[in-house]
């Protein structure tokens, strides 16, 4: 070998070693708010049960298997002719051996999987379930309570954040508005696809209180990855307590120019309960109770005056946005300084 072959031979496998310590060190996080391996609910527990026996038997599998390739391709290097290994192709017990071990391993994994298929898969029945609906949008997420009816008919819905009660089922029904999205809360549930003009159906459980992240996980254009949203679980006397702020109509505004500016504009797409006309809109989210969400725009921007002056005044710079064929996207209305700062002051107040 000559020298400057070994030296390439030698920064190949620098290379080689940089690149998986590469992928290594990406997977390390101090905080990872939609770590799979760490399940709070028993959807999300259930999966980690299957993962963790099928990872290890696959890990003993991998080097078992690479070892002894490993070995082989060492021990049988070309040397002469002469040390050739002896051929054993057509040997009719190894083929049986090593068709029966592999068949035996997958039989075995089968029963737990095919068992947790058909429990994830079934429906939670009782009168402490909660039902919500969830849907879609390019970009944000929508929630109809099922359970929660409204004086003025209808459910109650929200935007970005799902807030449930701990310790109690929550069946979800989910679909989509316009393109294929998919719903994803990592710490207590699998995935599910939100598909136009079909209801699909996932359950989760979160065991303790606490905000747990999710994002949509199915390409779904441009601001796919803006496309996130959080879950709220709070024990049930803080849920029931939020359900009944929720269900109460917006308050009136101080200044009755707001209510005009709404009314022609923001209605277009938004609903204000009790406002005016009150809207009655999906394209938008309902922002009867905007400032009781802690995040915006699909749950990219944190709910306070500063983010939500700026996205008022050039949303696309937040959030990448485009005119969709479904209906038009949050967009600059050239709104002036003082209008901006008058529908903070309200919008902020809407708790
Ligand atoms: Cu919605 Cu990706």
């Given at each position: 070998m000559t020298g400057r072959n070994a030296r390439r031979n030698l920064r190949g496998v620098w290379t080689a070693l940089l690149t998986v310590l590469g992928l290594f060190l990406v997977a390390c996080a101090k905080n990872a708010p939609q770590d799979t391996l760490a399940p709070v609910g028993p959807v999300a527990e259930q999966a980690d049960n299957l993962f963790r026996p099928v990872f290890?038997?696959?890990?003993?599998?991998?080097?078992?298997?690479?070892?002894m390739l490993v070995y082989v391709m060492w021990r049988f290097r070309w040397r002469s002719d002469a040390d050739a290994p002896k051929q054993i192709h057509g040997n009719t017990r190894l083929e049986i051996i090593w068709t029966i071990i592999p068949a035996v391993l997958l039989a075995a994994i089968a029963v737990p999987t095919v068992i947790a298929i058909f429990d994830v898969a079934e429906k939670p029945v009782g009168a402490n379930v909660v039902h919500v609906k969830v849907i879609g949008h390019q970009w944000w997420w929508e929630y109809e309570y099922l359970d929660v009816e409204l004086p003025g008919g209808g459910n109650l819905k929200t935007a970005n954040e799902l807030v449930i009660p701990t310790g109690r089922w929550v069946d979800l029904t989910v679909t989509s508005v316009d393109v294929i999205h998919s719903f994803w809360v990592p710490k207590l549930?699998?995935?599910?696809?939100?598909?136009?003009?079909?209801?699909?159906?996932?359950?989760?459980?979160?065991?303790?209180?606490?905000?747990?992240?999710?994002?949509?996980?199915?390409?779904?254009?441009?601001?796919?990855?803006?496309?996130?949203l959080r879950v709220i679980a709070q024990p049930t006397a803080d849920f029931d307590n939020w359900v009944r702020g929720q269900v109460a109509p917006a308050p009136q505004p101080a200044d009755a120019q707001i209510v005009d500016r709404f009314l022609n504009t923001c209605f277009q797409c938004h609903t204000l309960r009790g406002i005016g006309s009150g809207g009655g809109a999906t394209t938008g989210p309902d922002l009867t109770h905007f400032a009781s969400r802690s995040m915006f725009a699909g749950s990219m921007l944190e709910t306070n005056a500063r983010n939500l002056a700026a996205w008022l005044d050039n949303p696309s710079s937040l959030k990448p946005l485009a005119d969709l064929p479904a209906g038009p996207t949050m967009r600059d209305y050239d709104l002036s300084q003082s209008e901006i700062d008058a529908l903070v002051a309200y919008l902020m107040s809407l708790e």
């Open positions: 290890w038997i696959a890990a003993v599998v991998f080097f078992l298997v690479e070892g549930a699998g995935k599910q696809d939100a598909i136009p003009g079909k209801d699909n159906f996932i359950k989760l459980r979160a065991d303790q209180p606490g905000v747990y992240e999710g994002q949509c996980a199915e390409y779904c254009a441009l601001s796919h990855a803006n496309m996130r």
